[in-house]
């Protein structure tokens, strides 16, 4: 590709991979081995990335929905793979190992990584008080200060120090009842990664371990950047910065200096949502689609070009856009199914219709079924024909299991009435049909299951 006349370009696979799991978790959902869809755009511009990025949210939602899932498409962290924008395509399921934050009243949602909520700091009017230090031996979890002082835990600073990718300690301020998000924490020193500090390096700026570390008094001026809950907050408590010993009546901007505020927590259930102000609520999900804009990331490192109409060299713009195609069947399962086994959609179910002849034996059944089994194949419908020598019963029980779409059984009593007998394994419907109708009342059906997932 050497001419912006070759652009917009989109390639693609879908390959084998594997992972190196130490342990495959979740069944199907995380295995060693999966299948993925991997394309990459390219373009001239950010104009142009935005139009193919727009294309490919858009063929992925209709994709997902004929697939017959439950999803929402979330706001996410670009992670490793970088980038600035991020979409994530999440199947509602009680058993995912990720953490929706939405909002039911504007459709805001995004990951737990990325989600943000809603939140003005509002001065106290409670009296700034003087700095007192407090005795606390070995008390160094908010759990054991909160309950040795008999204090709320929010009024307790965690007192967290960071290392960042590019060598920078951070110290970070955050009240006692929220949890650091390491990759707000990241983005708000402007870091690519931020890990926490060894045991050495926390001795050697605060002068105490891990768990009476605060604000005052470090031993080496490090960078301060508070949780954006604190301010306005007065008479904290937190580490001393000497062993055993707290502080309370820490008010920041007073007794120690905050170099800047931000948004490094987690959102919480209940927090409000940063775009309309209701409450956020939280629920579970399977991820079976990422996308990212990549802009010129990979491209610019790697020195992939294009000539431009200005006769320029210039670095392509480029998207990235997976789906984890053997994780969509998965999926699939853990949204449908009941007691007794699998509820297909009809476009990824491994066949369509399932044929159940209930007695080999009966020369009447096997007449019927083998007729049908023909007239089914002949009309391109995809069918497992259960012609085993078992009881009725069995079949049955296999066959909710397995969950093909359309079951059809040929009964003995019956087949003397010349009726066959059409299931749904999704609603449990049931109709006898004429054995001469049986072919086009299927069919019927079966056009019926594809329409209803139609985009
Ligand atoms: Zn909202």
């Known amino acids: 590709m050497r001419s912006y006349k070759q652009l917009p370009l989109n390639l693609y ?14 069944g199907l959902i995380r295995a060693r081995e999966f299948i993925m869809k991997d394309a990459y755009s390219f373009d001239r511009s950010w104009e142009d990335l935005e139009v193919s990025y727009q294309k490919m949210y858009d063929a992925y939602s209709r994709i997902f929905k004929r697939c017959g ?27 995912g190992e990720d953490v929706i934050v939405f909002c039911e009243a504007c459709g805001y949602a995004a990951n737990r990584e990325r989600a943000s909520f809603k939140f ?90 891990p768990g009476f570390v605060g604000p005052c008094n470090l031993k080496k001026n490090v960078l301060i950047v508070a949780d954006r809950t604190i301010e306005g907050g007065v008479n904290f408590i937190s580490g001393a910065n000497e062993e055993d010993y707290h502080i309370a009546n820490l008010t920041p901007g007073v007794h120690f200096k905050v170099d800047r505020y931000a948004d490094i927590v987690f959102a919480e259930e209940g927090d409000l949502c940063p775009k309309c102000g209701s409450p956020l609520k939280f629920s579970r999900g399977i991820e079976v689609g990422h996308i990212f ?10 020195n992939a070009t294009f000539l ?15 789906i984890g195609v053997t994780r969509i069947a998965a999926a699939a399962i853990e949204q449908r199914h009941d007691k007794d086994g699998i509820k297909w959609p009809i476009t990824i179910a491994p066949f369509e219709v399932h044929l159940v002849a209930t007695n080999m034996n009966d020369p009447k059944v096997r007449e019927v079924a083998e007729g049908l089994y023909g007239e089914f194949l002949n009309k391109d419908l ?67 299951l594809y329409k209803d997932l139609e985009p």
């Open 308 to 322: 431009d109409k200005d006769g320029k060299e210039k670095p392509f713009i480029m998207g990235c856009y997976g």
């Open 69 to 95: 899932l439950d999803f929402v498409v979330v706001e996410a962290e670009t992670g490793a793979i970088g980038g600035d924008v991020s979409h994530e395509f999440m199947v509602w399921a009680d058993t």
């Open 382 to 448: 995809e069918v497992l024909y259960d012609d085993r020598d078992e009881r009725a019963g069995f079949k049955f029980k296999d066959a909710d299991l397995v969950g093909i779409p359309i079951r059809v059984t040929v009964g003995e009593h019956r087949v003397k009435e010349g009726k066959v007998e059409i299931r749904l394994r999704d609603t449990g419907e049931t109709e006898l049909v004429d054995v001469a109708d049986a072919v086009s009342r299927v069919s019927e059906i079966r056009e019926k």
């Open 293 to 302: 804009k990549l802009g010129t990331k990979y491209s610019a490192a790697m």
């Open 120 to 209: 003005e700091p509002r001065p106290s009017s409670e009296k700034v008080k003087e700095p007192e230090k407090v005795h606390t031996p070995n008390v160094r979890t908010i759990e054991e200060v909160s309950s040795y002082l008999g204090v709320e835990p929010s009024r307790l600073l965690k007192s967290l120090i960071y290392k960042t990718s590019d060598g920078r300690f951070v110290l970070f301020l955050l009240p006692g009842d929220r949890e650091l998000n390491e990759a707000k924490a990241a983005r708000a020193v402007g870091a690519e990664a931020i890990e926490m500090a060894l045991y050495d390096e926390v001795l050697e700026i605060a002068g105490a371990s």
């Open 13 to 26: 696979q879908i390959h084998i991979k594997f992972r190196d799991e130490a342990r495959p978790r979740f």
